[in-house]
């Protein structure tokens, strides 16, 4: 025995806790080749595969394109977890912060490029889901000083409608099926919309909020500074 406390040897002197919050010394351990890192570059990896799946022999071949839907298909399943399984096993890791988003965008936003491009889904509803991602995706940096914006529902609605219309888009599908995936991306683009107008709403009131804050801290420090001086002039 020493007769040094844990904490003071360097150690917690506690097993990391399954699910808990991540401190800074959790994020920092995380290895950069870890699962969850290495599902994000999957679908980074993904991406031109996917493109050139989906464009061979002029974009129309139901085959290939059957493959393109199978590539998407894993890349959205990796989405899924990735995240999960960085937050529960601390595996968070500064490039898995930035990587992962990039990765979501690069996936979504190489899909409906491509389906614009065969004149198989129209350019204003490419322009309105990527506008949105893209947008919500910098306001999120905007406020960050103030607070994280979480993710809600209606959020994770949005994202798998997106994920289900694109997917049916990439398939070949005709008769009444066609018909129904029309429908579904007509919701998926709606969620956009609507969730994307909440998070902007959310933006702000952050934004305020911590300018109050920031205000108010200010206004304490200056009355504080005052008050000493006063004192140290009796």
Not at 27 to 47: D, F, I, K
Not at 69 to 75: E, H, L, P
Not at 157 to 176: D, E, F, I, N, R
Not at 177 to 195: I, K, S
């Amino acid at each position: 025995m020493t007769g040094v406390p844990a904490s003071a040897a360097g150690g917690s002197g506690a097993k990391p806790v399954r699910g808990g919050k991540l401190g800074s010394a959790a994020v920092n351990q995380a290895s950069l080749w870890n699962v969850a890192n290495l599902l994000t570059m999957l679908r980074l990896v993904l991406v031109p595969g996917f493109v050139l799946l989906l464009l061979h022999n002029g974009g129309y071949d139901p085959a290939w394109r059957s493959f393109a839907w199978a590539a998407f298909a894993i890349a959205m399943i990796t989405d899924l977890f990735d995240g999960h399984l960085a937050r529960t096993y601390n595996l968070v890791t500064d490039f898995g912060k930035i990587a992962d988003p990039i990765a979501d965008k690069a996936i979504m936003g190489a899909a409906l490029i491509c389906l614009s491009y065969l004149g198989d889904l129209p350019w204003w509803v490419t322009g309105v889901i990527l506008f949105r991602e893209i947008g919500i995706t910098l306001m999120r940096f905007w406020v960050i000083r103030h607070g994280v914006i979480p993710a809600s529902r209606g959020g994770k609605m949005k994202t798998l409608a997106q994920g289900t219309a694109v997917g049916m888009y990439v398939l070949a599908l005709t008769g009444p099926l066609a018909t129904f995936r029309f429908w579904v991306m007509a919701v998926a683009v709606v969620l956009t919309v609507v969730t994307g107008l909440d998070y902007v709403r959310q933006a702000v009131v952050l934004r305020r909020g911590g300018l109050a804050a920031e205000e108010s801290g200010a206004g304490t420090a200056v009355e504080q500074g005052a008050r000493g001086s006063a004192g140290a002039e009796r």
